[in-house]
């Protein structure tokens, strides 16, 4: 039988494959959108499946990341863990963005603010080790 911190840590890492993935892929995608017309012209319709896994991957950290301390035994560096949530928030916030700015066809927006989610997503990532 699955123990409790077990399937939490397997969602936490899934959860993170799905993010960091999804937004890396992005953020390559709005790169070769501005130089090439045919990918900028597709965008609309390649981002909206990566765009989805993103926040299922989010959701999934989310729901982990609530779980995972209750199950945990070792020692959390709280602080480090109150940093992580905060980037997590502006993912969060980040993404809407995003989300508003691809319907509105915003692509140069959406380059920056895509390039700011994937350095937010690898800060996240990297903080994980120091919790």
Excluded: C
């Excluded at 980037?87 to 993404?95: N, S």
């Amino acid at each position: 039988m699955i123990e409790w911190l077990d399937f939490y840590n397997f969602l936490h890492f899934v959860g993170l494959a799905f993010g960091l993935g999804g937004a890396t892929i992005m953020t390559i995608i709005s790169m070769k959108a501005e130089k090439h017309k045919e990918v900028g012209a597709a965008m609309r319709y390649i981002s909206a499946p990566i765009v989805k896994l993103i926040w299922v991957g989010l959701l999934f950290l989310i729901i982990s990341g609530i779980a995972l301390p209750f199950y945990i035994t070792w020692p959390l560096d709280r602080n480090m863990l109150l940093i992580k949530h905060i980037l997590v928030a502006f993912i969060v916030i980040i993404g809407i963005i995003l989300g508003i700015s691809s319907r509105k066809g915003l692509r140069k927006q959406m380059k920056f603010f895509s390039i700011i989610n994937l350095i937010l997503w690898y800060a996240v990532t990297l903080l994980s080790v120091f919790v």
